[in-house]
């Protein structure tokens, strides 16, 4: 697939659009929805939300090259940062040149949280707790969740979990855990929940404070791994400097990890999933130490380099926006996937081959060459340059941001002044020799 679609980029709209219909990522109906625009009616986002006045529109791109445990993808990113795509298209060749990336999920179940804010009678609340616990799963699971548990899901176990207060007292929290299946669950382990806490409260005598998800799923973890075999010994240890520095430094830990970001959010919000949750849990499980850290980890391992990330990344395949935004489904048939465990093992590897790319430019070149590349485009339409101008401003600009390492609009109109100058004096002349 990665032969097939190469140059893509230097394609327009029309022509990806065609190619893509060609190969089979898009659907006839697809390609011709996005010809025509992609646009959506009103009536749709008033499903959605309250005073809706209209929509705010992002690009929507695909990044090429992606094998993820040996299938190919065509990861569909929707995102506003200019060079987010480029490198997520160009690690993964590298990664496809070079090695392989390998993910997995660890466990199943998403957390609900009963907050008992102050517990009257510890040993006798643990007690019925787990006498109860059995029955209380039970009744959840034929009332609340028939359809979940017919979906091979439902309510699996529960915890009771206890903090010292400040005030001396204790807090007990009983969580809540539930196989959400191919939904991201947020509704079903809520409604479990408020459910659950009439039974505890009749139970115990104990008084609920509140009922919630927690985004900490450390319960529903996503591991992706890229092993890189064909790579410079002095790279792998640039790398693993770089993967130290955002272990040790919170400061650094949070724009590793933004950047790691930057390969998932898009993905999720193409699909129409949560980000904010998914967001929360990244950030909160990269504090598991009791200290902020960085989400991704870089190895040397004999003459290879590997690298993982870890953390929750719970996703939805079925139900809410992804069900019923078109472009969320349109984004889902070309990912072509078939469960949220999937979904959410692409969006895990994407963010690791997404940092993979950040950290070998950091290491290397630098940020600023990549990025302001693709920058150069947008000085170059927003100074003014005319069709016949722009690839001459182009050059120009390229060459000025290899020579100064930096580049601004101001620069861009300098530059174009100077051209229009160059071309005006070089028309004078010629009319001088004519005459
Ligand atoms: C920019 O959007 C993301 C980076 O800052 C990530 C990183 O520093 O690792 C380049």
């Known amino acids: 697939m990665s032969g097939r679609l190469s140059g893509f980029s230097k394609l327009t709209i029309q022509q990806r659009l065609s190619q893509l219909e060609e190969l089979g990522f898009l659907q006839s109906q697809d390609a011709l929805f996005l010809k025509n625009g992609g646009n959506i009616p009103s009536e749709l986002g008033e499903k959605f939300i309250e005073n809706m006045i209209g929509y705010f529109q992002m690009p929507l791109g695909v990044a090429p090259h992606f094998k993820i445990d040996g299938k190919d993808y065509l990861i569909p990113m929707a995102v506003e940062e200019t060079s987010i795509i480029a490198a997520a298209a160009k690690t993964a060749k590298w990664i496809?040149?070079?090695?392989?990336i390998e993910t997995q999920q660890i466990?199943?179940?998403?957390?609900?949280?009963?907050?008992?804010?102050?517990?009257?009678?510890l040993n006798k609340l643990k007690k019925i707790v787990s006498e109860n616990q059995k029955t209380w799963i039970q009744s959840a699971n034929e009332i609340v969740a028939p359809g979940l548990v017919r979906r091979g899901?439902?309510?699996?176990?529960?915890?009771?979990?206890?903090?010292?207060?400040?005030?001396g007292n204790t807090m007990g929290i009983l969580h809540v855990?539930?196989?959400?299946?191919?939904?991201?669950?947020?509704?079903?382990?809520?409604?479990?929940?408020?459910?659950?806490k009439l039974k505890v409260e009749a139970e115990t005598h104990e008084n609920v404070t509140m009922c919630i998800l927690s985004n900490l799923?450390?319960?529903?973890?996503?591991?992706?791994?890229?092993?890189?075999?064909?790579?410079?010994?002095?790279?792998?240890?640039?790398?693993?400097?770089?993967?130290?520095?955002a272990e040790l430094d919170p400061y650094r830990a949070a724009t590793n990890n933004k950047g790691v970001m930057n390969g998932i959010d898009p993905i999720l919000v193409a699909t129409g999933n949560d980000w904010r949750a998914v967001e929360a849990g990244v950030h909160s499980y990269a504090a598991k130490d009791g200290r902020y850290s960085s989400i991704t980890k870089w190895w040397r391992d004999g003459n290879n380099l590997v690298g993982q990330f870890e953390a929750p990344l719970v996703v939805g395949t079925v139900g809410g926006v992804t069900r019923l935004h078109p472009m969320a489904q349109l984004s889902m048939r070309i990912l072509g996937v078939e469960n949220a465990s999937q979904l959410s093992r692409i969006a895990a590897a994407v963010g690791l081959?997404?940092?993979?790319?950040?950290?070998?430019?950091?290491?290397?070149?630098?940020?600023?060459?990549?990025?302001?590349?693709?920058?150069?485009?947008?000085?170059?339409?927003?100074?003014?340059?005319?069709?016949?101008?722009?690839?001459?401003l182009y050059q120009k600009l390229e060459a000025f941001l290899c020579r100064e390492k930096r580049i601004s609009l101001q620069n861009a109109v300098d530059i174009l002044n100077e051209i229009r100058e160059e071309r005006a004096n070089h028309s004078k002349n010629s009319n001088e020799k004519c005459h």
Do not use: W
Request: proline residues 2%; contains cysteine; glycine residues 8%.
């Open 177 to 196: 855990y539930l196989d959400p299946v191919d939904a991201m669950g947020a509704n079903i382990i809520n409604q479990v929940c408020e459910f659950l």
């Open 153 to 167: 899901g439902g309510v699996r176990s529960m915890k009771l979990r206890t903090l010292a207060r400040p005030d």
């Open 96 to 100: 496809n040149e070079s090695g392989f």
């Open 217 to 245: 799923v450390d319960s529903r973890l996503t591991r992706s791994k890229i092993i890189l075999e064909k790579i410079s010994s002095d790279l792998i240890d640039k790398i693993c400097e770089a993967s130290l520095f």
């Open 107 to 121: 466990g199943t179940d998403i957390i609900g949280q009963i907050q008992i804010s102050k517990v009257q009678d």
């Open 353 to 392: 081959t997404q940092n993979l790319g950040a950290l070998r430019a950091l290491t290397t070149v630098g940020i600023i060459e990549g990025h302001m590349k693709l920058h150069i485009k947008n000085l170059s339409l927003a100074s003014g340059a005319t069709e016949v101008e722009t690839p001459i």
